[in-house]
């Protein structure tokens, strides 16, 4: 049969319409696939739900053409996909990544419409015809749209290079991954002291229209935070994209500050900033920035994220969110269970005994009577022991009973039941 003839073109409108009543069961199957195929676009919130949109988009306008008989000519790429393929540019995913996402979704849409023609009809040579004439336009619309997509990437991504330093970002980029570096030429490049303590920050806007001075209105609140630091020395800002900026600040040997206080005055209304833990050198640069974004990873999955929050709020739930994939939650554990403890996830027997002490005496409520019982002991040493830890702690163990139960739980598994080599205060 003629792919031309009108009772196949009839049929194609068919197939199309009804396909189109479960367009939004079309969509969030394109996606699901993308995200397991390709674990790189997976990224954040915001750049997840652009590729939502974008499949969205993309799966109407198709089926659109295929309804109406609109002549691909007449046709150009959605508006979500142009950004979301400019928001992949600015952040340097390679462009290989999308062009599969887009050769995954034609696979996925075209199964589809293949199902959906066998409710139709079982003549197998309207089925070829049909078939025929469906793959010719669907892989005309992906082609051209691939064309538009490649275009704005391109475009974009030498954009974005010319309008940041390349070689900062390169070097952020070897200090993030735990490569060896050499510090000196690393400062040098960054105009910054690795060898103090930092503070990492992420900062976002929250208003999904994409302004040309959001990168300006970035900066601007990340100096304006900066500002409240002694430590006189400029941040290392980063814009991730145009609605989000990585930053680290300097705080010398300063190890506190008060990262609440400093971010809500002045700030815009639809600015959120999210703050890692104060902590010290090169490996602490990476440290903080990695809380920083397991902070705003759990603010995002509120969806009304705070103007303000600190990973030191939302660490448990940070980590728990780790374990998920989300994040490294391994390497937030350890230093978690550290700063919760103190000198009391010291490395030996004494603070072991001290350690099982106190998790039984957090285990049966904080009875002193039932400790005794447990762990066969007098209620006189129970007592005592317990006065010994909240030493160790440095506070006493109800002013954060949650936490300290959970970083002895998490010590606790451990291999050897050992917290630590060694324990340092931040």
């Not at 994220?305 to 989300?326: D, F, K, N």
Request: net charge neutral; glycine share 6%.
């Amino acid at each position: 049969m003629e792919v031309d003839r009108p009772e196949v073109a009839d049929l194609v409108t068919e197939v199309a319409t009804a396909v189109s009543r479960r367009a939004a069961e079309v969509s969030q199957d394109v996606c699901k696939l993308i995200l397991r195929e390709i674990p790189q676009l997976d990224d954040d919130k915001p750049i997840v739900a652009l590729l939502a949109s974008s499949v969205d988009s993309n799966v109407g306008t198709c089926l659109q053409i295929l309804q109406h008989r609109i002549d691909l000519t007449a046709v150009q790429a959605p508006a979500s996909a142009r950004e979301y393929a400019r928001r992949l540019a600015q952040r340097g995913t390679p462009l290989t990544a999308l062009l599969r996402a887009y050769r995954l979704g034609h696979t996925c849409f075209s199964d589809w419409l293949l199902k959906e023609l066998a409710e139709h009809t079982d003549d197998p040579e309207t089925i070829t015809a049909t078939v025929q004439s469906t793959a010719r336009q669907v892989a005309g619309y992906i082609d051209q749209v691939s064309e538009e997509m490649v275009t704005a990437y391109t475009r974009e991504r030498e954009n974005w290079l010319r309008n940041s330093s390349a070689a900062r970002a390169g070097r952020i980029r070897d200090l993030l991954s735990g490569h060896r570096i050499d510090v000196s030429s690393t400062e040098a490049t960054l105009g910054y002291r690795l060898r103090q303590h930092h503070l990492g920050v992420i900062c976002w806007t929250s208003n999904d229209a994409i302004a040309v001075d959001n990168i300006t209105r970035l900066d601007r609140a990340i100096s304006h935070i900066a500002a409240q630091t002694a430590a006189g020395a400029e941040p290392v800002f980063l814009p991730r994209d145009e609605s989000s900026a990585w930053a680290w600040l300097p705080l010398g040997i300063r190890d506190r500050f008060d990262a609440a206080a400093a971010s809500t005055a002045d700030l815009d209304g639809d600015l959120h900033v999210a703050f890692g833990d104060v902590v010290k050198g090169v490996a602490g640069f990476r440290l903080t920035h990695q809380q920083a974004l397991a902070a705003q990873a759990v603010a995002l999955a509120g969806g009304s994220p705070p103007r303000v929050v600190t990973y030191a709020e939302v660490a448990p739930v940070a980590m728990m969110l780790g374990s998920g994939g989300l994040l490294g939650s391994g390497e937030l554990l350890r230093p978690w269970v550290l700063s919760t403890l103190g000198r009391l996830a010291t490395d030996d027997e004494q603070h072991a005994r001290l350690r099982e002490t106190l998790l039984a005496f957090l285990d049966t409520g904080g009875s002193y009577k039932a400790t005794a019982e447990r762990l066969t002991l007098h209620k006189n040493s129970v007592q005592y022991r317990i006065r010994r830890a909240e030493e160790s702690l440095g506070h006493p163990v109800g002013d954060s009973r949650h936490d300290v139960e959970l970083a002895l739980q998490a010590g606790r598994s451990r291999p050897g039941n050992r917290p630590a080599r060694r324990c340092r205060r931040r």
